[in-house]
């Protein structure tokens, strides 16, 4: 099983800021098949990002993610009030998720 | 619009059993894998189990095999999880998601606690 390892557990930034989160496997990830979602507290996880690259249907050009192998970053380019929550990254070849960062207003 | 709505949790004794079910609308159910996911209290997501358009291809967590089933009924638009022999450990919040390479729809999740 690959073990998706993330840092930091939190970030603490203001608005306006740039926050760049990592998602480590544990073995080489096939193809890049890598996710990201973002959940706010008392919600279901939103699809941000997929096949490490990829964004999701409606999501801001704010977003971005990269990476590849072993390493993927996501990275949220002018942090805006609404994107303050928590961050997952999940590799899909098979499936398991990382145990996600929060990103908190400094 | 695309919706997933769980239902079934509820308060269930050690050992007890629970069938969830989660009703889709909205796209062509029969078209996509669906999977399960669970989020313990205060803690991160875990991934449940996962199956495929026709229902033959099932995959699910090592740890929950044998205890969680993943059926689905595309004439129904849709997807159940059978739980047995229910633990503590197993109370969470279960989401159901439709797989589009990225779990792109997600429903609001129903809630299963174990306790005596």
């Known amino acids: 099983e690959i073990v998706l390892t993330q840092s930091p557990g939190t970030l603490s930034l203001s608005p306006g800021e740039r926050a760049t989160l990592s998602c480590r496997a544990s073995q080489s990830v096939s193809s890049n098949y890598l996710a990201w979602y973002q959940q706010k507290l008392g919600q279901a996880p939103r699809l941000l990002i997929y096949r490490a690259s990829i964004r999701a249907t409606g999501i801001p050009d704010r977003f971005s993610g990269s990476g590849s192998g072993t390493d993927f970053t996501l990275t949220i380019s002018g942090l805006e009030a609404d994107d303050f929550a928590v961050y997952y990254c999940?590799?899909?070849?098979?499936?398991?998720f990382g145990q996600g960062t929060k990103v908190e207003i400094k | 619009q695309v919706q997933l709505v769980e239902s079934g949790g509820g308060l269930v004794k050690p050992g007890g059993s629970l069938r969830l079910s989660c009703a889709a609308s909205?796209?062509?159910?029969?078209?996509?894998?669906m999977s399960w996911i669970r989020q313990a209290p205060g803690k991160g997501l875990e991934w449940v189990s996962y199956i495929s358009q026709s229902g033959v291809a099932i995959y699910s967590s090592d740890s929950l095999r044998g205890r969680f089933t993943i059926s689905r009924d595309n004439a129904k638009n849709s997807l159940y999880l059978q739980m047995n022999g229910l633990r503590a450990e197993d109370t969470a919040v279960y989401f159901c998601?439709?797989?589009?390479?990225?779990?792109?729809?997600w429903g609001q999740g129903t809630t299963v606690t174990v306790s005596s």
């Open positions: 998601g439709r797989w589009n390479e990225g779990l792109d729809v």
């Open positions: 999940q590799q899909y070849s098979p499936w398991t």
């Open positions: 909205g796209f062509i159910f029969s078209d996509y894998y």
